[in-house]
């Protein structure tokens, strides 16, 4: 009996999904274009580069890609129709790609494991980061040099640089840019915890029904606009357009939202702070418009094509694209952006009025 490990649907440990042996079957595909992408980190990051799978479709038509990425971001990816296998990055994927040969590696990531790992990977054309020798961050490809630089460079990342995020990574892959949306196949079912909770609640369904995602993310506390500019923008969001507040967030923002919730005179719906990836998207989902600044609750609220006010301080607005969806809001304060982490001031979130916030709303609805 001959069988055959260089079908695509073959997988060796078990029957494929057509379950049968290779011998005359007519669902035998060679491998076509064989295509590894490496972006793990962060959340956000990994769904704002899902708009370089349908330019790489149309370079590589016949393709067969896979993606690594961290065990946290593969809901955002499951069921992704332009992806043929999804792999977390553990030891055991490592190992087994490292045992592999890809006709392309695209690479995003710049830590020091990935960018090894890349390096290490047999593929004919390499994109993105690899290491030198001596450990050295390098470029596979010349047109990888601006995103290089961008790293190095805080006058060109901070001032210069008009690109966008995906502008940038489909020039460091060389293919078109079309301006693509996020690809997030949004889970069945996703809605059902966020609709059980508008029953219980006797959420009506007159007035517009406004997000606030209170968090900064897990990296930079810089992110985090006051909790009083919160409380005023609720009063104004009750006030001024008799609005349905929802606060969204995660474990880390248990506390702010109870405090939030308690201080508030106005009505708001605190959603809970242990919702999955795929619930918190449900309730991002039921939203008219999202406020939050730039976390990984922006990036889902855009890939629901939702309308976003986005505030920034520490980090670049020019690199996310809203798609025509809403308005980003930058203090532009004079140390700002500066992607430090902490900061004794943080007046660059402070400088973003609730005023200001309610006026782009108003402007989006």
């Not at 069921?79 to 590696?105: H, P």
Request: charged residues 25%; glycine residues 6%; aromatic residues 10%.
């Amino acid at each position: 009996m001959t069988l055959r490990p260089d079908c695509v649907h073959f997988l060796g440990d078990k029957p494929c999904s057509f379950r049968r042996l290779c011998e005359g079957c007519p669902h035998f595909t060679a491998f076509p274009t064989k295509v590894l992408i490496i972006k793990c980190r962060a959340q956000g990051d990994v769904l704002r580069t899902t708009p370089l799978l349908p330019a790489l479709k149309r370079k590589y038509p016949q393709s067969h890609v896979t993606w690594l990425t961290d065990e946290e971001s593969l809901d955002l990816l499951a069921g992704n129709t332009y992806l043929n296998r999804i792999r977390s990055y553990n030891l055991e994927n490592v190992l087994s790609l490292l045992s592999e040969r890809f006709d392309v590696l695209i690479s995003l990531d710049k830590e020091p494991g990935l960018t090894s790992l890349a390096t290490r990977v047999e593929a004919s054309r390499k994109f993105g980061f690899g290491v030198k020798e001596h450990g050295n961050l390098v470029t596979f490809n010349k047109a990888s040099d601006y995103a290089y630089r961008l790293g190095v460079d805080d006058d060109l990342k901070f001032i210069q640089n008009k690109k966008t995020y995906q502008e940038i990574i489909h020039e460091m892959a060389e293919v078109p840019y079309a301006r693509d949306e996020y690809v997030y196949p949004f889970p069945e079912g996703a809605k059902a915890k966020a609709m059980r909770f508008f029953k219980r609640h006797r959420v009506g369904r007159r007035g517009l029904a406004i997000g606030l995602n209170t968090g900064a993310g897990t990296k930079f506390e810089t992110k985090q606009w006051p909790e009083e500019n919160f409380l005023k923008l609720i009063a104004l969001l009750n006030r001024k357009l008799a609005a349905r507040v929802f606060l969204l967030g995660g474990p880390r923002e248990k506390e702010f939202n109870f405090r939030l919730e308690r201080r508030s005179r106005a009505k708001i719906y605190n959603t809970g702070s242990d919702n999955s990836l795929t619930e918190f998207a449900g309730f991002i989902s039921m939203m008219d418009v999202v406020v939050c600044s730039d976390t990984l609750a922006m990036h889902l609220a855009i890939a629901l094509k939702k309308k976003v006010i986005a505030l920034f301080g520490p980090t670049c607005p020019q690199e996310i694209d809203l798609y025509d969806r809403g308005t980003k809001i930058f203090a532009a304060a004079d140390c700002a952006p500066c992607y430090k982490q902490t900061c004794p001031d943080g007046k660059c979130m402070k400088a973003i009025t609730p005023e200001q916030v309610l006026e782009a709303i108003e402007e989006n609805i």
